[in-house]
T-cell receptor, first 113, second 114 residues
Framework: SQQGEEDPQALSIQEGENATMNCSYK?????LQWYRQNSGRGLVHLIL?????REKHSGRLRVTLDTSKKSSSLLITASRAADTASYFC?????????????FGKGTKLSVKP | DSGVTQTPKHLITATGQRVTLRCSPR?????VYWYQQSLDQGLQFLIQ???????AKGNILERFSAQQFPDLHSELNLSSLELGDSALYFC?????????????FGSGTQLSVL
């Protein structure tokens, strides 16, 4: 079953605008990760935020984590056409089966030039 | 390039058949994970191996099996194939047993069952 659920399912913006994607999850987590997938290709890791962190930056990416609300957001600033892809959050449950990284269904981002 | 190699890239077969998907992890990575991606189910975790031993099991059907060999490459065997098994199958690898860090994904095998 899905642990994380991204919102919105699809997002269309103009180049230069910011894109915000949200992720909600169900159980306590060890960490939360964001991945990117270009159409039909393999997933690429973007950023990892641990359960004791609230915010993390990497280049044009900003991730926040609110464990009390069991939610995270990914902000891409000054978007480019090359950012067009699907973005997935993935959570690793605290305790239990540590090998099980559970992915949401993703947000499909389209950045128009 | 993630360093994870999957073969073949595409596979077309018929219902009832058996296929084998192969994965070579990044150099130095001991864990291998298999995921299935379909339009309706999203990305589903199937199974993880660490240094040759099964570590975690997800939504893997009994018709599917996997193993990791001494050279750390892994194979996913899918048998008695059904139309619904058509999907993109990904292999990923990581260094640790717990996989608490990021995963490196291969480019996938697109399986079409006709």
């Amino acid at each position: 079953s899905q642990q994380g659920e991204e919102d919105p399912q699809a997002l269309s913006i103009q180049e230069g605008e910011n894109a915000t994607m949200n992720c909600s999850y169900k159980t306590s987590i060890n960490n939360l990760q964001w991945y990117r997938q270009n159409s039909g290709r393999g997933l690429v890791h973007l950023i990892l935020i641990r359960s004791n962190e609230r915010e993390k930056h990497s280049g044009r990416l900003r991730v926040t984590l609110d464990t009390s609300k069991k939610s995270s957001s990914l902000l891409i600033t000054a978007s480019r056409a090359a950012d067009t892809a699907s973005y997935f959050c993935a959570t690793r449950a605290a305790g239990g089966s540590q090998g099980n990284l559970i992915f949401g269904k993703g947000t499909k981002l389209s950045v128009k030039p | 390039d993630s360093g994870v190699t999957q073969t073949p890239k595409h596979l077309i077969t018929a219902t009832g058949q058996r296929v084998t998907l192969r994965c070579s992890p990044r150099s130095g990575d001991l864990s291998v994970y298999w995921y299935q991606q379909s339009l309706d189910q999203g990305l589903q975790f199937l199974i993880q191996y660490y240094n040759g031993e099964e570590r975690a099991k997800g939504n893997i059907l009994e018709r599917f099996s996997a193993q990791q060999f001494p050279d750390l490459h892994s194979e996913l065997n899918l048998s008695s194939l059904e139309l619904g098994d058509s999907a993109l199958y990904f292999c990923a690898s990581s260094v640790s047993r717990t996989g608490s860090e990021k995963l490196f994904f291969g480019s996938g095998t697109q399986l079409s069952v006709l």
